[in-house]
């Protein structure tokens, strides 16, 4: 199973048009397996949440499409090891939660450059389509 992973940021661009949406939508044309933290269905929600029930149903939609795993003991663990120090907890499940995926992670996709630069330097490919 060959999977890109999405982060909240990601996500959220799927949702509501912003600057980086198209880039990111012709990034994932044809990619058969997108997953995330079930972390996101929260961030995601909660973000939207001002833009009113259309935005919280257009949400819902794009989550269904998207694998969510389950925030074991072993992610938790896997994060709150993460270095940097300087690293936010939510980002650190995030990115405990694409390590599982090992060689099946293609891509991490995340519009935040802490932790864009904290999955470099872990070695994967993370990537910001349409982003400076």
């Not at 980086?20 to 079930?38: Q, R």
């Not at 929600?45 to 499409?65: C, I, V």
């Not at 060689?103 to 935040?112: C, F, G, K, N, V």
């Amino acid at each position: 199973m060959n999977a890109d992973y999405l982060d909240s940021s990601a996500i959220v661009k799927l949702v509501v048009r912003e600057h980086e949406s198209d880039a990111l939508a012709e990034f994932l044309d044809g990619k058969p397996v997108l997953v995330s933290s079930a972390l996101a269905k929260t961030e995601v929600l909660r973000a939207l949440l001002p833009l009113g029930e259309e935005a919280q149903r257009r949400a819902e939609t794009a989550l269904e499409a998207i694998e969510l795993i389950a925030i074991s003991d072993d992610v938790l663990d896997a994060a709150g090891r993460l270095p940097p120090a300087t690293l936010r907890s939510l980002d650190a499940i995030h990115l405990a939660t694409a390590v599982l995926l090992g060689s099946d992670l293609q891509s991490l996709l995340t519009y935040d450059r802490r932790m864009r630069a904290t999955a470099t330097a872990m070695g994967m490919k993370a990537a910001s389509p349409g982003a400076p």
